[in-house]
């Protein structure tokens, strides 16, 4: 399944990482420093459209700026596990 993180941006839920909560205005310069598993810069999207960042989603490649707060994002990600699950969460009854 997919998640809208903003802007017209959807990825794909198994390609994220994690997604953290920015509470304050964020450098985004910061990101470009940070390497990946293979030693490479990662790769940023910013989807803020000029606004502020609320959260940051962390994948193999790319590290996307998005505006929907985490906690949204968050519950997007796990409404489409239900979804896919069954509505058990993956659990065996």
Do not use: P, W
């Not at 994690?18 to 985004?28: E, H, L, R, T, Y």
């Not at 293979?38 to 459209?49: A, R």
Request: some cysteine; hydrophobic content about 35%.
């Amino acid at each position: 399944m997919f998640v809208h993180l903003g802007g017209r941006c959807l990825i794909r839920t198994d390609e994220i990482i994690a997604i953290f909560s920015v509470k304050n205005n964020v450098n985004k310069n910061f990101f470009k420093e940070l390497k990946n598993v293979e030693g490479n810069s990662y790769k940023i999207e910013d989807l803020t459209e000029e606004t502020a960042a609320d959260s940051i989603i962390l994948t193999k490649e790319k590290i996307y700026l998005s505006a929907i707060s985490a906690t949204t994002l968050q519950k997007r990600v796990n409404e489409n596990l239900i979804y896919n699950n069954g509505g058990n969460n993956g659990r065996e009854e």
